[in-house]
Nanobody, 129 residues
Framework: QVQLVQSGGGSARAGWSTRLNCAGS????????MAWFRQAPGTEREGVAI???????DYADSVKGRFAISRDGAAKILTLMMDDLKPEDTGMYYC???????????????????????WGQGTQVTVSS
């Protein structure tokens, strides 16, 4: 059974950094793309960053240059390093894994809309000004 278990996040001040981790179970296919999504109250789920099995990445414009997604294929751990946090980064963050053809924004947007694949339990990030 594929499981994704998240850790990290919490409260931070604007300009701070934080890190989210997502550990996949042994059954997670190493060929899967992995991604981070977030959702603030009253808003739709938003794709934040995506990475494929070869390490190709793409980011939402709102986080480009501030966030970095990475994965350790052998350990099946996905990480999101979040720098220069802003209050608008506040939300529930979810990791997810699914098969995908390309790690690009189009794939990320479709993934967010359909909710495909496996999902972590979510972790709250709250950024105050």
């Amino acid at each position: 059974q594929v499981q994704l278990v998240q850790s990290g996040g919490g409260s931070a001040r604007a300009g701070w950094s934080t890190r989210l981790n997502c550990a996949g179970s042994a059954y997670l296919p190493s060929s899967y793309c992995m991604a981070w999504f977030r959702q603030a109250p009253g808003t739709e789920r938003e794709g934040v960053a995506i990475i494929d099995k070869d390490g190709h990445t793409d980011y939402a414009d709102s986080v480009k240059g501030r966030f970095a997604i990475s994965r350790d294929g052998a350990a099946k751990i996905l990480t999101l390093m979040m720098d220069d946090l802003k209050p608008e980064d506040t939300g529930m963050y979810y990791c997810s894994a699914t098969s995908c053809a390309r790690a690009d924004l189009e794939s990320l947007h479709l993934w967010a809309a359909r909710g495909d694949g496996y999902w972590g339990q979510g972790t709250q990030v709250t950024v105050s000004s």
